[in-house]
């Protein structure tokens, strides 16, 4: 989305919950197309210190709305956006849980936060929409924009393994 906004007519600045570093791939990238990112990290996922700091940020640069992307955002991002009385936009991308991430008290709070007036939601595909629809309840609306994607080239198995290898340094896998 950040690649494809017209800049002249959308002022946008990436904050980030993590550091910004050498490590931060796609900070990097988002900061080579002239783009502002910055870094709002905190001792903990409820860290008032950084809420606070979210809402000075938010009132202090005049943003109009706040779109945020994965569970730590979502609950911020909407707690911050109520504070500031913001808009919340929250876009999500799974049709379930990834067990290996999944905490009960996070999950908890980012579904109230995905369930509060102020916030709306987008989903990438119908399927996502569907699976997602229940968390929220039936009377909140789930928007769907269809993840746009270019297609990928066909490339021989040869060629697919060792992109494979040069990603994953391994020679089997999904790619």
Do not use: F
């Given at each position: 989305?950040?690649?494809?906004?017209?800049?002249?007519?959308?002022?946008?600045?990436?904050?980030?919950?993590?550091?910004?570093?050498?490590?931060?791939y796609y900070a990097g990238?988002?900061?080579?197309?002239?783009?502002?990112?910055?870094?709002?990290?905190?001792?903990?996922?409820?860290d008032?210190?950084?809420?606070?700091?979210?809402?000075s940020f938010l009132r202090e640069r005049k943003i109009d709305l706040v779109h945020v992307h994965l569970s730590y955002a979502n609950i911020l991002g909407m707690l911050a956006g109520r504070l500031a009385g913001l808009p919340v936009a929250a876009t999500l991308y799974s049709t379930g849980l990834d067990r290996r991430l999944y905490h009960p008290i996070r999950y908890y709070m980012e579904t109230l936060a995905l369930k509060s007036r102020q916030c709306n939601?987008?989903?990438?595909?119908?399927?996502?929409?569907?699976?997602?629809?229940?968390?929220?309840?039936?009377?909140?609306?789930?928007?769907?924009?269809?993840?746009?994607?270019?297609?990928?080239?066909?490339l021989a198995p040869l060629e697919r393994q060792k992109i494979r290898l040069s990603l994953t340094k391994r020679n089997e896998g999904t790619i």
């Open positions: 989305l950040i690649h494809e906004l017209p800049h002249d007519q959308v002022e946008t600045v990436v904050v980030s919950l993590n550091h910004v570093n050498d490590r931060a990238q988002i900061q080579d197309d002239g783009i502002e990112v910055i870094p709002m990290t905190g001792k903990g996922l409820l008032p210190k950084r809420i606070k700091s979210l809402v939601i987008v989903a990438v595909g119908y399927s996502v929409a569907n699976a997602q629809q229940s968390r929220v309840g039936r009377r909140k609306k789930i928007e769907v924009i269809p993840n746009a994607m270019s297609a990928l080239p066909d």
